[in-house]
């Protein structure tokens, strides 16, 4: 049974999944979360949460593979900003290095659920490059050039750019793949779209982290502002007001821990789910 879960937590959300599902998964729970109802209530959640996650992740994983077991038909060299990878990836020539494969086994399930999305809604598919990539033609890119979903680049229809700005795209996309990567083995497949969205917030445009670690210049972001935009007032307030609302009970049970040496527990409800501040 437990192996079950080390598959699902990590499945659902990765090295982080494991450290909040395993230590609730075994037979020895705290004694606080057998008294207390609320907390059974909250385990049951996470734990159905955890499997939801990792059914999805399974469902890309499987729409990734069949897509990879059929062949797609080869991108037009000028169409293609992952072209650029071809060119300057001498590693893509035979062997696969390492990193590599783990890329692409880690970015799989989210790679295959963007392919779901694009052939729902696209404008087809074409492969290009070896190791290939998959660029999906989507309508609703605008003027943005497009991105990186895990291995599969959400394109604007037919993107025509000189071969030099191919190359730097490439690059550019080619890391955020390894940050789909690296994020969906610390938290799965969720993490680095909340992060990006959280970093926007704060840091807009050019000052965007990930974009910075990208290459601004190779993802055709102008330079950062001077003197810098972020951290944007209303987005600290507004993380620093989420982060409350969800300690908010903790908040509640260290202050009282403060106030009064002693405290009575509320009947079936632990010290953190006692309500009172006093
Ligand atoms: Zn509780
Ligand atoms: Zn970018």
């Not at 890309?60 to 080869?74: D, M, N, T, Y």
């Not at 991105?147 to 550019?172: K, Y």
């Not at 507004?238 to 009064?260: C, E, N, P, S």
Request: charged share 20%; aromatic share 6%; proline share 8%.
């Amino acid at each position: 049974m437990r192996v079950v879960w080390v598959v699902v937590a990590f499945l659902g959300a990765g090295v982080l999944g494991l450290l909040l599902v395993l230590p609730r998964t075994r037979a020895l729970r705290p004694r606080r979360v057998l008294a207390c109802d609320l907390c059974q209530r909250r385990h049951r959640r996470l734990l159905f949460a955890m499997v939801v996650l990792a059914l999805v992740s399974v469902a890309g994983f499987g729409l990734r593979v069949s897509q990879k077991a059929r062949e797609l038909p080869a991108c037009a060299a000028d169409t293609s900003i992952a072209e650029g990878r071809r060119v300057i990836d001498p590693r893509a020539q035979g062997r696969q290095p390492v990193w590599s494969t783990i890329r692409s086994a880690m970015t799989a399930p989210v790679s295959g659920l963007a392919l779901g999305y694009a052939e729902a809604r696209g404008r087809g598919l074409c492969s290009v490059g070896n190791p290939p990539i998959t660029l999906a033609f989507v309508p609703q890119a605008g003027e943005h050039m497009g991105s990186m979903v895990g291995e599969v680049f959400l394109a604007s229809p037919v993107p025509r750019i000189n071969p030099v700005r191919a190359h730097d795209l490439a690059v550019h996309e080619s890391r955020h793949v390894d940050q789909w990567a690296v994020c969906t083995i610390v938290g799965g497949i969720g993490l680095l779209p909340v992060l990006y969205v959280i970093d926007d917030t704060l840091y807009p445009a050019s000052e965007n982290h990930f974009e910075k670690a990208a290459g601004l210049d190779a993802g055709a972001y102008p330079p950062p502002p001077n003197p810098p935009k972020g951290p944007q007032g209303w987005a600290i307030a507004l993380w620093v007001g989420v982060l409350l609302l969800v300690a908010r009970r903790r908040i509640r049970w260290a202050v009282r821990t403060l106030v009064r040496r002693h405290r009575d527990l509320a009947p079936g409800r632990c010290a953190v789910h006692t309500t009172g501040w006093t």
